[in-house]
């Protein structure tokens, strides 16, 4: 999975978080922007553009969380183009790894079940279809996909890492990660079409060979 190391802006998030902006994140105005007709669709875009990163942002928040209220230090979140990433100043067990990873997708979902209530409510309330519509309408969609996306059974994404960890109640954990290569192998055959017939390049590249490579690392027994 791709990671940006490059950081060129840095504030301190909640309860004292650092957190650094990669200078992929660049990119991402580019992908969403670029394409743009009218002055009126680059602002669309541009607010589709803040919507994601603050989504990405809570969602590695929620990460942090979940470690801190476990007494265990984070060194920094990191927001990039593709995505984000929360830092721990030190390993955690595995049962205190399964709150920290799912922390990040109840957000997610959070995220998306106010977004969606609110849109669904002005909509009953017979609003005409405005910004403020647009804005929980698209917070709800993009939360969404957010959230079944991640938690695909797939490493590195927080369900393969939450599927491992579950795993790892059962198993040993060279075992529990050659399944979870195996699973994360047969789910990323099946998402082949999606990609292909749907054009999604971007994700074909920074996400799909790069987790084809770590699952089949896994799935050799190779990670462990």
């Not at 802006?9 to 957190?19: K, T």
């Not at 007709?37 to 680059?42: A, E, H, L, V």
């Not at 049962?95 to 957000?107: F, K």
């Not at 979902?109 to 849109?119: D, E, G, K, M, Q």
Request: proline share 4%.
């Amino acid at each position: 999975m791709f990671r940006d190391s490059q950081a060129i802006f840095e504030f301190r998030g909640p309860w004292g978080v650092p957190v650094r902006i990669g200078a992929s994140i660049f990119l991402m105005f580019l992908l969403f922007v670029s394409t743009s007709g009218s002055g009126t669709d680059i602002l669309y875009d541009l607010g589709f553009v803040a919507m994601l990163i603050v989504s990405v942002f809570l969602h590695e928040m929620g990460h942090a969380w979940g470690a801190l209220i476990q007494k265990i230090p984070v060194r920094g979140v990191m927001i990039h183009g593709f995505g984000g990433y929360c830092q721990q100043a030190r390993t955690s067990t595995p049962r205190e790894s399964e709150l920290i990873v799912a922390m990040g997708p109840i957000v997610t979902l959070t995220l998306w079940a106010v977004s969606r209530l609110i849109a669904n409510a002005m909509w009953d309330a017979g609003h005409e279809y405005n910004t403020v519509l647009w804005f929980f309408e698209t917070m709800a969609w993009l939360n969404g996909y957010l959230a079944i996306f991640n938690l695909l059974p797939v490493a590195p994404l927080d369900g393969g890492k939450l599927f491992e960890l579950i795993l790892l109640r059962f198993m040993r954990g060279k075992n529990a990660s050659i399944v979870t290569g195996y699973i994360g192998l047969a789910v990323l055959a099946l998402l082949i079409p999606y990609l292909v017939f749907g054009m999604h390049m971007y994700i074909f590249v920074l996400f799909f060979l790069p987790a084809v490579v770590e699952n089949w690392n896994r799935m050799r027994g190779q990670t462990y």
